[in-house]
Nanobody, 117 residues
Framework: QVQLVESGGGLVQAGGSLRLSCVAS????????MGWYRQAPGKQRELVAS???????NYADSVKGRFTISRDNAKNTLYLQMNSLKPEDTAVYLC???????????WGQGTQVTVSS
């Protein structure tokens, strides 16, 4: 059905930047709401940012002004530009597709982001 493959995570110093990518296949990408979530050890999964088919965006308060979500429908790719990273941003970042075609959510395998102080 829907497959989501994330990339772009890594180790970065506080204040640095990373750009995450998520390539989707099997969905009608352009009409789906897409999102980035994160999960740190011992914590619940939380929404980082989402973007609708109309390019309406929503951000967690903790990342507003630092992270930017975007999408390229021609490439079936979702992005998350992360600037001014903080140690508290350390987590596994997961791509989510709220599939209109199949009526359910799909998740990628996640990519680790580690921010050192």
């Amino acid at each position: 059905q829907v497959q989501l493959v994330e990339s772009g995570g890594g180790l970065v110093q506080a204040g640095g930047s990373l750009r995450l990518s998520c390539v989707a296949s099997g969905s009608i990408f352009s009409i789906d709401t897409m999102g980035w979530y994160r999960q740190a050890p011992g914590k619940q999964r939380e929404l980082v940012a989402s973007i609708t088919s109309a390019y309406r965006t929503n951000y967690a308060d903790s990342v507003k002004g630092r992270f930017t979500i975007s999408r390229d429908n021609a490439k079936n790719t979702l992005y998350l530009q992360m600037n001014s990273l903080k140690p508290e941003d350390t987590a596994v970042y997961l791509c989510n597709d709220d599939s209109t075609r199949y009526g359910r959510n799909y998740w990628g395998q996640g990519t680790q982001v580690t921010v050192s102080s």
